[in-house]
C-alpha cells in the first residue's frame, strides 16, 4: 500500500479511522487480534532442555561424572549413584538459578520499553507501545521514539533523525501533503515517519499504517535481533577471579592426591577425592549467583521506583560521589501553578493549588474578573500556545503534557475560560520550544480570519524581541523604564522561588512570511507569570542521607539565578558558603576553569543541556563519579557521558531513557538516594557471599591436605565433600544475595571505582577463616578417632558435621563487615531458612538408616553434639572478638 501517495482523506477511509475521535476500544481490540502486538520478532531464546544441559558442561563436572562411571564399572554402586544424584541436584539449582536471572532481565527489557500517545474515543493517553495498532491516531514530539510507521497528518517543525533504516545520521524534514511520484524509498517518503526513528525536532500526528514485522524496520529485523549479552565489570572481575581460583584449587587438590597416593591411600580413591574436591573448592557456581544477586536487587530497585536498563550501573552506584540533578519534576513536584501575574504594571495574585481550576485573581484584595484590562488576552494566548490537555481522572484534574503548560490551562480555567475556546482558532504554523530558543510560538487564525502570532518563554528572551508593551490604555513603545519595572518584577518573583514565563503578541497579514526569524521580532509584551513548584517532601531528608554518604548534591535548572538559590535553601542544598553559577558565567569558562572552583558549587541556574556535559566532564576530572538526571532529547550527550546517567520514566523522552543506565519511574531525586542505597548494598552482598564461599572452600581443601600431610586416613569421603558443596555452599551464599543493608551504609563514603574484590581485609578474612574452619574440622577428626580408632565412619561423620556446622554458623559472620555480634540474626529470614533446611538434611544423612551407607555416616549422641557445637563455634566467635 502506497501510504505516502494518499491524502489525509483516502487514509482514512482505508482504516475506517477518524482523526478527531481516534480508534474506539473495541477496533483496538479487533485490530491488535488481527494484526498481533506491534513488537519485532526476537532471536529465539535457547530451549529449557539446553540450558539445564548447559548445566553440565563445566570441565570439572564432567570428569566427576567420568570418575563415576569408573566407580560404577568397579563395583561401587553406591558412590557412584550418590554422586549422580548430587550432580543431579547441583545441575538443577543452576538451572532454577538461570531461569530465575533470564526472566528478571526480561521483565527489565519490558519495563524500559517506550510508551506511545494515541487518541482513542476522543481522548489523548498513553499506552505501551507493542499495544500501538494499524488505524492508531499517534502524536509524537521532539524525543520520542516513533513507536510504528505513521503517515503524518500534521506537521509542527518536525525532524526525524532514520540513521537506524538508512545510514543517514542528518535529520529529516517531515511535512504532511501526499506525494504523487511513484516508487519512492523510504528515506524519500518525507511525509512518513518509521518504526523506531527519533524525533529530533518539532511534533507531529500520524496515522499508523503498520507495526511490529509489517513496517519497514521490520523487513530488516533480522539485522535488529541479534543482541550480545554484556557482562557488567564486576563480573568480568569476578570471571577472571575465578581463573585465578581454578588454578589455585587444582594446584592444591593435585597436592593432597599426591600426598595421598605417597601416604598409601589407593589411586582410585584419592582420584575420586580429588576430583570431589576440585569440585567443591571450585566456586564454578560464582558468576550465576552474582547474576541472581543482581537480578534480584534490580527487582528490588523496581518496587522502589528505579528501574535499571544497564546492570553496570548498579555497581557503579555505590561509587557515587556527586548527584547532578535536574530542579523541575526531580527536586520539586512538578505541579506548576500559577501564583501571580505582574501585568499592566499592576501584581495580581492568584489563588489555589496544583491543577484543581478553583481559585480567583485578586487585585490588592479585591477580586477581579474578565473585565481586568489586558487579563482575559494574556490567559488566552497562554491557552492557545501549549500543547498540554487537562481532563478528570478519579475525580481530581490531571494534566497530559508539560506541567509548565498545564499551569497555564489551570491559570485559564481560573477566569472562567472554556476548553471550547479552541474550537474558535486554528493554528496555521508552529515553531516549538527548544532548549537553545528556550520560546515557543504558534500563528493562529481566528474566526475572522485575523492571523496573530503568540510567543510564550523566558522573559529574557522576549524582552530584547519586544518592541512594544500592552497597558491598561493600549500597546506602546517599551521604553527603559519599562524594562527596568519587568527586571524588577522578574527579581521580586525569583526571591519568593517563583518560575517566571513571559508572554508576547503580534498582529499579523495574511502576507507576512510565517519563518520565525523574521516573525518573531517586533513583538507586543503583554505581561508575566509567576509559578510556583514546590520541593518535594522527601527531598530534603534524601539530600541530608546523601552529604552524611559523602555524597554531593547538585541543583541543575534553566530557572532565574533567584529563584534556584531559593529553592535550593529550602531543601538546605546550598551551604552557607556554597556557589551559584549561571549559565552566562559557564560561557566565559573552560573545563579547566570551572574544573578549579567545581567543589565549591552546588547551584547551576539558567544552563543549557550543552552546560550540563561541561559540567559532568569538569567533576570528572576532579576524580568524582557522577551521577546526572535529564528528561529531554538534548539531554542525551551529557547523560551518555556521565558515569551513571539518569533519565525521567513520566516526563523523560525515550531518547534520553536509551541513553540512560537508570529510569526514575516516579522522577523524584529520593529514589537516586534509594537506588544507592539499593547498589552499595548489592556490592556488599556480593562481597559477603564471596567472602563465605571461600573461606568455605579453603577450609574443604586444608583439612583434607593437612590429613594427607600428617600421614592420617582421609577426613572426608568423596561423597561427603560433594555434599558439603550441594548444601552449605548454595541456599546459604543465596540467602546472602537477599540480605538487608547495614545501618551505616549511608554513613560510609562512596566506595572507590578501582577498589578490588578482596580490599578492605576481605582477603584476610577469607583466608584466616578458612585456615581456623580446616584446623577445627581436622582437630575434631583426630580426636574423634583417637577416642574410637576401630571406627573410622565415627571419625569421619564427626569432621563432615563440624565441618558443615562451622560454614553454616560461618556464614551469620559473614553478614557484617564489623562483628559476627554486630547484626540482629533474626533480620534475614531467607538465610535463617537457607541454614535451617541445610542442618536438617544434614541430620538426614546423618541418621536416616538408609542414607547412612551412602554418606559413610553413623548415628551421633547429644556428647558428640556438644563437642561439635563447640568446635564449629571456634572460627566466628574467635574472630567476632577480635574484630578482624
Same mark, same amino acid.
Given at each position: 500500500?502506497?501510504?505516502?501517495?494518499?491524502?489525509?482523506?483516502?487514509?482514512?477511509?482505508?482504516?475506517?479511522?477518524?482523526?478527531?475521535?481516534?480508534?474506539?476500544?473495541?477496533?483496538?481490540?479487533?485490530?491488535?487480534?488481527?494484526?498481533?502486538?506491534?513488537?519485532?520478532?526476537?532471536?529465539?531464546?535457547?530451549?529449557?532442555?539446553?540450558?539445564?544441559?548447559?548445566?553440565?558442561?563445566?570441565?570439572?563436572?564432567?570428569?566427576?561424572?567420568?570418575?563415576?562411571?569408573?566407580?560404577?564399572?568397579?563395583?561401587?554402586?553406591?558412590?557412584?549413584?550418590?554422586?549422580? $544424584?548430587?550432580?543431579?541436584?547441583?545441575?538443577?539449582?543452576?538451572?532454577?538459578?538461570?531461569?530465575?536471572?533470564?526472566?528478571?532481565?526480561?521483565?527489565?527489557?519490558?519495563?524500559?520499553?517506550? $510508551?506511545?500517545?494515541?487518541?482513542?474515543?476522543?481522548?489523548?493517553?498513553?499506552?505501551?507501545?507493542?499495544?500501538?495498532?494499524?488505524?492508531?491516531?499517534?502524536?509524537?514530539?521532539?524525543?520520542?521514539?516513533?513507536?510504528?510507521?505513521?503517515?503524518?497528518?500534521?506537521?509542527?517543525?518536525?525532524?526525524?533523525?532514520?540513521?537506524?533504516?538508512?545510514?543517514?545520521?542528518?535529520?529529516?524534514?517531515?511535512?504532511?501533503?501526499?506525494?504523487?511520484?511513484?516508487?519512492?524509498?523510504?528515506?524519500?517518503?518525507?511525509?512518513?515517519?518509521?518504526?523506531?526513528?527519533?524525533?529530533?525536532?518539532?511534533?507531529?500526528?500520524?496515522?499508523?499504517?503498520?507495526?511490529?514485522?509489517?513496517?519497514?524496520?521490520?523487513?530488516?529485523?533480522?539485522?535488529?535481533?541479534?543482541?550480545?549479552?554484556?557482562?557488567?565489570?564486576?563480573?568480568?572481575?569476578?570471571?577472571?577471579?575465578?581463573?585465578?581460583?581454578?588454578?589455585?584449587?587444582?594446584?592444591?587438590?593435585?597436592?593432597?592426591?599426591?600426598?595421598?597416593?605417597?601416604?598409601?591411600?589407593?589411586?582410585?580413591?584419592?582420584?575420586?577425592?580429588?576430583?570431589?574436591?576440585?569440585?567443591?573448592?571450585?566456586?564454578?557456581?560464582?558468576?550465576?549467583?552474582?547474576?541472581?544477586?543482581?537480578?534480584?536487587?534490580?527487582?528490588?530497585?523496581?518496587?522502589?521506583?528505579?528501574?535499571?536498563?544497564?546492570?553496570?550501573?548498579?555497581?557503579?552506584?555505590?561509587?557515587?560521589?556527586?548527584?547532578?540533578?535536574?530542579?523541575?519534576?526531580?527536586?520539586?513536584?512538578?505541579?506548576?501553578?500559577?501564583?501571580?501575574?505582574?501585568?499592566?504594571?499592576?501584581?495580581?495574585?492568584?489563588?489555589?493549588?496544583?491543577?484543581?481550576?478553583?481559585?480567583?485573581?485578586?487585585?490588592?484584595?479585591?477580586?477581579?474578573?474578565?473585565?481586568?484590562?489586558?487579563?482575559?488576552?494574556?490567559?488566552?494566548?497562554?491557552?492557545?500556545?501549549?500543547?498540554?490537555?487537562?481532563?478528570?481522572?478519579?475525580?481530581?484534574?490531571?494534566?497530559?503534557?508539560?506541567?509548565?503548560?498545564?499551569?497555564?490551562?489551570?491559570?485559564?480555567?481560573?477566569?472562567?475560560?472554556?476548553?471550547?475556546?479552541?474550537?474558535?482558532?486554528?493554528?496555521?504554523?508552529?515553531?516549538?520550544?527548544?532548549?537553545?530558543?528556550?520560546?515557543?510560538?504558534?500563528?493562529?487564525?481566528?474566526?475572522?480570519?485575523?492571523?496573530?502570532?503568540?510567543?510564550?518563554?523566558?522573559?529574557?528572551?522576549?524582552?530584547?524581541?519586544?518592541?512594544?508593551?500592552?497597558?491598561?490604555?493600549?500597546?506602546?513603545?517599551?521604553?527603559?523604564?519599562?524594562?527596568?519595572?519587568?527586571?524588577?518584577?522578574?527579581?521580586?518573583?525569583?526571591?519568593?522561588?517563583?518560575?517566571?514565563?513571559?508572554?508576547?503578541?503580534?498582529?499579523?497579514?495574511?502576507?507576512?512570511?510565517?519563518?520565525?526569524?523574521?516573525?518573531?521580532?517586533?513583538?507586543?509584551?503583554?505581561?508575566?507569570?509567576?509559578?510556583?513548584?514546590?520541593?518535594?517532601?522527601?527531598?530534603?531528608?534524601?539530600?541530608?542521607?546523601?552529604?552524611?554518604?559523602?555524597?554531593?548534591?547538585?541543583?541543575?535548572?534553566?530557572?532565574?539565578?533567584?529563584?534556584?538559590?531559593?529553592?535550593?535553601?529550602?531543601?538546605?542544598?546550598?551551604?552557607? +558558603?556554597?556557589?551559584?553559577?549561571?549559565?552566562?558565567?559557564?560561557?566565559?569558562?573552560?573545563?579547566?576553569?570551572?574544573?578549579?572552583?567545581?567543589?565549591?558549587?552546588?547551584?547551576?541556574?539558567?544552563?543549557?543541556?550543552?552546560?550540563?556535559?561541561?559540567?559532568?566532564?569538569?567533576?570528572?576530572?576532579?576524580?568524582?563519579?557522577?551521577?546526572?538526571?535529564?528528561?529531554?532529547? +538534548?539531554?542525551?550527550?551529557?547523560?551518555?557521558?556521565?558515569?551513571?546517567?539518569?533519565?525521567?520514566?513520566?516526563?523523560?523522552?525515550?531518547?534520553?531513557?536509551?541513553?540512560?543506565?537508570?529510569?526514575?519511574?516516579?522522577?523524584?531525586?529520593?529514589?537516586?538516594?534509594?537506588?544507592?542505597?539499593?547498589?552499595?548494598?548489592?556490592?556488599?552482598?556480593?562481597?559477603?557471599?564471596?567472602?563465605?564461599?571461600?573461606?568455605?572452600?579453603?577450609?574443604?581443601?586444608?583439612?583434607?591436605?593437612?590429613?594427607?600431610?600428617?600421614?592420617?586416613?582421609?577426613?572426608?569421603?568423596?561423597?561427603?565433600?560433594?555434599?558439603? +558443596?550441594?548444601?552449605?555452599?548454595?541456599?546459604?551464599?543465596?540467602?546472602?544475595?537477599?540480605?538487608?543493608?547495614?545501618?551505616? $551504609?549511608?554513613?560510609?563514603?562512596?566506595?572507590?571505582?578501582?577498589?578490588?574484590?578482596?580490599?578492605?581485609?576481605?582477603?584476610?578474612?577469607?583466608?584466616?577463616?578458612?585456615?581456623?574452619?580446616?584446623?577445627?574440622?581436622?582437630?575434631?577428626?583426630?580426636?574423634?578417632?583417637?577416642?574410637?580408632?576401630?571406627?573410622?565412619?565415627?571419625?569421619?561423620?564427626?569432621?563432615?558435621?563440624?565441618?558443615?556446622?562451622?560454614?553454616?554458623?560461618?556464614?551469620?559472620?559473614?553478614?557484617?563487615?564489623?562483628?559476627?555480634?554486630?547484626?540482629?540474626?533474626?533480620?534475614?529470614?531467607?538465610?535463617?531458612?537457607?541454614?535451617?533446611?541445610?542442618?536438617?538434611?544434614?541430620?538426614?544423612?546423618?541418621?536416616?538408616?538408609?542414607?547412612?551407607?551412602?554418606?559413610?555416616?553413623?548415628?551421633?549422641?547429644?556428647?558428640?553434639?556438644?563437642?561439635?557445637?563447640?568446635?564449629?563455634?571456634?572460627?566466628?566467635?574467635?574472630?567476632?572478638?577480635?574484630?578482624?
Amino acid at each position: 500500500m502506497k501510504w505516502y501517495q494518499m491524502d489525509t482523506d483516502q487514509v482514512e477511509q482505508k482504516l475506517y479511522v477518524s482523526t478527531k475521535r481516534g480508534l474506539s476500544a473495541k477496533q483496538v481490540d479487533e485490530r491488535l487480534k488481527q494484526y498481533g502486538t506491534n513488537r519485532l520478532e526476537s532471536e529465539k531464546n535457547a530451549s529449557k532442555w539446553l540450558i539445564f544441559l548447559k548445566q553440565f558442561q563445566d570441565f570439572m563436572v564432567l570428569v566427576l561424572l567420568a570418575a563415576t562411571l569408573v566407580a560404577g564399572l568397579l563395583g561401587e554402586y553406591v558412590d557412584a549413584i550418590a554422586i549422580m $544424584v548430587i550432580v543431579l541436584v547441583n545441575g538443577f539449582l543452576g538451572y532454577f538459578q538461570e531461569q530465575k536471572a533470564e526472566k528478571s532481565l526480561a521483565k527489565l527489557k519490558e519495563m524500559s520499553s517506550p $510508551v506511545a500517545h494515541v487518541l482513542r474515543d476522543g481522548k489523548w493517553e498513553k499506552v505501551p507501545s507493542q499495544e500501538v495498532v494499524v488505524g492508531d491516531v499517534v502524536r509524537v514530539n521532539s524525543g520520542d521514539r516513533v513507536p510504528a510507521d505513521i503517515r503524518i497528518i500534521q506537521s509542527n517543525s518536525l525532524e526525524t533523525e532514520e540513521s537506524a533504516l538508512t545510514g543517514e545520521s542528518l535529520p529529516v524534514q517531515k511535512h504532511e501533503a501526499s506525494i504523487t511520484k511513484d516508487n519512492l524509498d523510504a528515506q524519500d517518503q518525507v511525509n512518513m515517519s518509521f518504526m523506531n526513528t527519533m524525533v529530533t525536532r518539532g511534533s507531529g500526528v500520524g496515522i499508523v499504517v503498520g507495526t511490529g514485522m509489517n513496517t519497514v524496520m521490520g523487513q530488516i529485523a533480522s539485522l535488529m535481533v541479534k543482541t550480545e549479552k554484556t557482562t557488567t565489570p564486576l563480573e568480568h572481575k569476578l570471571a577472571e577471579l575465578g581463573k585465578v581460583l581454578i588454578g589455585v584449587a587444582l594446584v592444591l587438590t593435585a597436592l593432597v592426591v599426591i600426598v595421598g597416593v605417597y601416604q598409601g591411600h589407593a589411586v582410585y580413591n584419592m582420584f575420586l577425592a580429588g576430583v570431589s574436591l576440585a569440585v567443591a573448592a571450585i566456586p564454578e557456581g560464582l558468576p550465576a549467583i552474582v547474576t541472581v544477586a543482581l537480578s534480584l536487587g534490580v527487582q528490588r530497585m523496581i518496587r522502589k521506583k528505579a528501574v535499571v536498563r544497564k546492570l553496570s550501573a548498579v555497581e557503579t552506584l555505590g561509587c557515587a560521589s556527586v548527584i547532578c540533578s535536574d530542579k523541575t519534576g526531580t527536586m520539586t513536584e512538578n505541579q506548576m501553578t500559577v501564583k501571580e501575574v505582574f501585568l499592566n504594571g499592576k501584581w495580581l495574585y492568584v489563588t489555589g493549588d496544583g491543577y484543581d481550576v478553583n481559585g480567583g485573581y485578586f487585585w490588592k484584595k479585591d477580586h477581579v474578573g474578565r473585565d481586568f484590562p489586558n487579563l482575559e488576552p494574556m490567559l488566552l494566548y497562554g491557552m492557545l500556545c501549549n500543547h498540554a490537555s487537562l481532563f478528570v481522572k478519579k475525580g481530581k484534574y490531571v494534566v497530559d503534557g508539560d506541567p509548565t503548560d498545564g499551569a497555564l490551562l489551570v491559570a485559564a480555567r481560573k477566569l472562567g475560560l472554556k476548553p471550547q475556546l479552541h474550537d474558535n482558532y486554528r493554528i496555521i504554523k508552529e515553531f516549538p520550544f527548544d532548549s537553545e530558543r528556550k520560546r515557543m510560538s504558534v500563528v493562529i487564525e481566528d474566526e475572522n480570519k485575523m492571523r496573530f502570532l503568540i510567543t510564550k518563554g523566558a522573559p529574557e528572551v522576549l524582552m530584547p524581541r519586544s518592541t512594544y508593551i500592552m497597558n491598561e490604555d493600549g500597546r506602546k513603545l517599551m521604553k527603559s523604564e519599562d524594562e527596568k519595572q519587568l527586571d524588577g518584577a522578574i527579581d521580586s518573583m525569583a526571591d519568593k522561588a517563583l518560575r517566571t514565563l513571559a508572554i508576547g503578541m503580534k498582529p499579523l497579514s495574511r502576507h507576512d512570511s510565517l519563518e520565525s526569524a523574521t516573525l518573531e521580532k517586533e513583538l507586543t509584551f503583554i505581561g508575566l507569570y509567576g509559578m510556583m513548584d514546590p520541593p518535594r517532601k522527601d527531598v530534603k531528608k534524601a539530600i541530608a542521607e546523601c552529604r552524611d554518604a559523602g555524597i554531593k548534591s547538585v541543583m541543575i535548572t534553566g530557572d532565574h539565578e533567584k529563584t534556584a538559590r531559593a529553592i535550593a535553601k529550602q531543601l538546605d542544598l546550598l551551604p552557607e +558558603n556554597g556557589m551559584v553559577l549561571d549559565g552566562s558565567q559557564l560561557n566565559q569558562m573552560s573545563v579547566a576553569e570551572l574544573e578549579d572552583i567545581i567543589d565549591q558549587v552546588y547551584v547551576f541556574a539558567r544552563v543549557t543541556p550543552e552546560h550540563k556535559l561541561k559540567i559532568v566532564n569538569a567533576f570528572q576530572e576532579k576524580g568524582h563519579i557522577v551521577a546526572m538526571t535529564g528528561d529531554g532529547v +538534548n539531554d542525551a550527550p551529557a547523560i551518555k557521558a556521565s558515569d551513571i546517567g539518569i533519565s525521567m520514566g513520566e516526563s523523560g523522552t525515550d531518547v534520553t531513557k536509551e541513553a540512560s543506565s537508570l529510569v526514575l519511574m516516579d522522577d523524584n531525586f529520593a529514589t537516586i538516594k534509594s537506588a544507592i542505597i539499593e547498589g552499595r548494598n548489592i556490592y556488599e552482598n556480593i562481597r559477603k557471599f564471596i567472602r563465605y564461599l571461600l573461606a568455605s572452600n579453603v577450609g574443604e581443601i586444608l583439612v583434607m591436605l593437612f590429613a594427607m600431610l600428617l600421614a592420617m586416613p582421609l577426613p572426608l569421603v568423596p561423597v561427603q565433600i560433594l555434599w558439603v +558443596n550441594l548444601v552449605t555452599d548454595g541456599l546459604p551464599a543465596m540467602a546472602l544475595g537477599l540480605d538487608q543493608s547495614e545501618d551505616d $551504609v549511608m554513613k560510609r563514603g562512596p566506595r572507590n571505582p578501582k577498589e578490588g574484590v578482596f580490599a578492605r581485609e576481605l582477603g584476610f578474612k577469607i583466608v584466616s577463616r578458612g585456615i581456623l574452619i580446616g584446623t577445627v574440622t581436622l582437630v575434631a577428626f583426630m580426636l574423634a578417632f583417637q577416642s574410637n580408632p576401630d571406627n573410622l565412619v565415627y571419625a569421619q561423620t564427626i569432621a563432615f558435621t563440624t565441618l558443615v556446622m562451622a560454614q553454616l554458623i560461618h556464614v551469620f559472620d559473614c553478614r557484617s563487615e564489623h562483628s559476627l555480634f554486630s547484626r540482629n540474626p533474626f533480620e534475614n529470614i531467607y538465610l535463617l531458612l537457607a541454614v535451617l533446611s541445610s542442618v536438617l538434611l544434614l541430620l538426614v544423612v546423618i541418621y536416616w538408616e538408609v542414607l547412612q551407607p551412602v554418606f559413610h555416616t553413623t548415628s551421633l549422641g547429644i556428647k558428640d553434639w556438644l563437642f561439635i557445637i563447640a568446635m564449629s563455634s571456634v572460627p566466628s566467635v574467635f574472630f567476632g572478638f577480635t574484630k578482624k
